[in-house]
């Protein structure tokens, strides 16, 4: 089992380059998030958290690795988390939210399709969850979702 860097560490090295890629797995994109949001306003810490991954990706000489719904998704769901217990610290977070660090399957296979996840659309832009669609009637559903007429 590897070491875990400091928090102060860990975010100085993600931001300045220095973090290997493969010492930067899905666990430390949620901690990450974590940290950010730990210590910025949510809108601030989506923001500095997308921008890094772009960063790193493009670092590491794989840009089209970032994926904006992905990324966007699991920090509001990090976020909706963090509140249900506002004093927990990093271990007793990721304890509580066990869901949050499985990656195949995602948790976010509860609110999105396959279909959805793998579009390039989700991928340039944030796109809403459409699991929940599916139970609604047509004319409710995203203009995107409906049956053709």
């Given at each position: 089992m590897r070491a875990e860097l400091d928090d102060r560490e860990f975010v100085s090295r993600f931001e300045d380059g220095t973090l290997p890629a493969a010492s930067f797995h899905h666990r430390d994109h949620v901690r990450l998030a974590w940290l950010y949001l730990k210590r910025e306003p949510p809108i601030a810490a989506l923001t500095r958290f997308a921008e890094g991954l772009k960063r790193f990706a493009a670092r590491n000489a794989k840009p089209g690795l970032y994926h904006e719904t992905i990324t966007w998704a699991f920090l509001f769901l990090i976020r909706e988390r963090m509140e249900r217990d506002p004093d927990a610290g990093w271990d007793e977070f990721a304890a509580a939210n066990p869901d949050l660090f499985q990656w195949k399957p995602s948790i976010l296979d509860a609110y999105y399709r396959k279909e959805t996840l793998g579009?390039?659309?989700?991928?340039?832009?944030f796109v809403m969850p459409d699991r929940a669609m599916e139970g609604f009637p047509a004319a409710l559903?995203?203009?995107g979702d409906r049956p053709p007429l």
């Open positions: 579009s390039d659309l989700a991928r340039k832009v559903r995203p203009a």
